[in-house]
């Protein structure tokens, strides 16, 4: 009987390591890091918005890069990050 629940310890252990480094947890942490902080999200919107006045696109490449280095994200994290602060806090961000 101990062996068993040893066992069942050690998978649901095991499942939550693998959960930890799956990349859509991953994201979902970091959204919900701008969801619970929305003056986080506010100067994302800034920033996008500033680089839509110098005619850079939100979803260009070099848009991406800038809000990857500023939040020490990847690029794909980035974009990931961008596109939900747009459709939540800045729909105006083009």
Same mark, same amino acid.
């Given at each position: 009987m &101990?062996? #068993? *629940? =040893?066992a069942? /310890?050690? @998978?649901f252990? %095991?499942? =939550? *390591?693998l /959960?930890?480094?799956?990349?859509a947890?991953? +994201?979902s +942490?970091l959204?919900e890091k701008? #969801? +619970?902080n929305?003056? $986080?999200?506010?100067q994302i919107?800034? $920033?996008?918005r500033? =680089?839509?006045?110098?005619g850079?696109? *939100?979803t260009s490449?070099? @848009?991406?890069?800038?809000? %990857? #280095? &500023?939040?020490? =994200?990847s690029?794909?994290? @980035? $974009?990931?990050?961008s596109?939900?602060?747009? /459709? ?5 961000v083009?």
């Amino acid at each position: 009987m &101990q062996l #068993k *629940s =040893l066992a069942r /310890g050690w @998978a649901f252990l %095991a499942a =939550l *390591s693998l /959960g930890a480094t799956n990349p859509a947890w991953a +994201q979902s +942490q970091l959204l919900e890091k701008v #969801k +619970q902080n929305p003056a $986080e999200a506010k100067q994302i919107c800034s $920033e996008l918005r500033q =680089l839509n006045s110098s005619g850079i696109s *939100s979803t260009s490449p070099q @848009a991406i890069k800038v809000i %990857a #280095k &500023q939040n020490n =994200l990847s690029p794909m994290d @980035a $974009e990931v990050l961008s596109t939900y602060v747009i /459709g939540l806090h800045c729909p105006d961000v083009r």
